[in-house]
């Protein structure tokens, strides 16, 4: 697989935007914890360890890619081809994910500050399903074939389904009493959880949706890329946005 | 010995996930410590340890495999041999299990938050044990040969069967009298070191078990990676989680 130079540079800013929006994030939410109340840092120390651990596979991801791709051009300025013994590693995002996907459930519960034995049955069932979503998401991932990439992308998407009908059919029941201003945080954070998750089978569809080569290698970079920024970096500081309001709210 | 491209990126993300797992579970950790009682709070501050102990040594255990596994297949798809001039270097675990599992002794006893007396005679005994445990088990992990490796095994069982006598016998009727709610969490937390400790000799007897050359040697990787983050990663969220009850409780 060949890249040309403005492909490169792309995946290569990208994946350095990604490194310093999800590590200064998590340094900014560390820094402000103390300007919430007490009940609701749990959710704001939960996003810094997500965009910590985003950073970690950032990183790791950056260097691989650097390794993986080279050219003999003068400067940088060519072709990149694949290097001879040092591969691309596409897991990091699947073992990132694994590890975020869980904690950003446990996030957008704990901001919710519900009692806990309603907490506890909501996330008993979304933490198992979004890991499941996960774990069926990467052997497509993974491999080249356009059948093999739709059946295990048809089958993660049944437990992704599932977390929507959660979030969105039985969450909004338990909160049919709610007050209103309760009401409508949880339907703005739904709405951005779901605008942001939705890009990552996206992403994972650019290969099959005639998008060819190397041009569906950079889309999917791209797309992985953003939507890691929107799911965990802006997620964090909507949550936190949350977190104080309700901290001046409560007081 | 040949690793097939399959097998060396499950050793390698697994090696990755466990640095990630335990570096941000101390981090998670040190960022909550405020959450919970002082008295507490030694509990935590030793879960952080060792979690950070940990992940320093999985950065080490995956630089070593990273150095010693190589390929010259481009893009790094393909078979993986030892190179010449590096090892695999199986001490570090060793190492760090050594400076660990008598800390999660320690913790395990601390969150209890029994009388000092108790607390001391229980780890004079438990402590030595855990330390001998590792020590006898060394040389017969680094032993290819199968009656060394179950002559060191068997002598390693003994400070192990000693130390779950302790906890299951001796801590049982130190206990005794105890409220009904310490004594569940008493019993959880046991359960939880077993079934968590019991994965190590497990691991340990793949490559007697009938596990062939690069299978035994991925399945013990995979083996310990995964029993590490149990006995560590999830071990330290579950003494959070207890911390956190008790500071409710106790207030
Ligand atoms: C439905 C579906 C997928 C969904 C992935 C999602 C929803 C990932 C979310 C990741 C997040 C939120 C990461 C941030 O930490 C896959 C696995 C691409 C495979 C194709 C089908
Ligand atoms: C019984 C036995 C063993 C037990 C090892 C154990 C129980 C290790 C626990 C390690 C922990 C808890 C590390 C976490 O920090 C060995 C040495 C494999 C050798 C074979 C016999």
């Not at 540079?9 to 929006?21: E, G, P, Q, W």
């Not at 609701?40 to 950032?58: K, P």
């Amino acid at each position: 697989e060949e890249l040309s130079q403005a492909q490169y540079d792309t995946v290569y800013n990208f994946l350095s935007l990604v490194i310093a929006s999800q590590l200064f994030t998590a340094l900014f939410i560390v820094m402000s914890l103390r300007r919430v109340l007490p009940k609701y840092r749990a959710a704001l120390i939960i996003s810094a360890t997500v965009c910590g651990i985003a950073a970690y596979h950032y990183f790791r991801i950056f260097d691989s890619f650097r390794e993986a791709y080279v050219t003999d051009a003068v400067g940088g300025q060519g072709v990149y081809t694949l290097a001879e013994g040092v591969s691309f590693n596409v897991a990091y995002r699947y073992v990132d994910w694994l590890l975020t996907v869980p904690l950003l459930l446990l996030e957008a519960i704990a901001v919710l500050a519900l009692a806990r034995k309603t907490q506890t049955s909501l996330l008993v069932r979304l933490i198992p399903a979004s890991a499941l979503m996960i774990v069926l998401g990467y052997p497509g991932e993974i491999s080249d074939d356009v059948t093999t990439k739709m059946i295990w992308g048809a089958l993660s998407t049944i437990p992704f389904a599932y977390i929507l009908y959660v979030l969105f059919v039985e969450l909004g029941r338990i909160l049919a009493g709610a007050p209103r201003e309760i009401a409508v945080t949880v339907r703005n954070l739904r709405l951005l959880l779901l605008g942001t998750w939705g890009v990552y089978p996206i992403a994972y569809l650019f290969p099959v949706l005639g998008i060819e080569g190397s041009d569906a290698f950079v889309a999917r970079e791209v797309g992985y890329s953003v939507a890691d920024i929107l799911a965990k970096a802006l997620f964090a500081l909507v949550i936190f946005r949350i977190a104080r309001l309700k901290s001046a709210y409560d007081d």
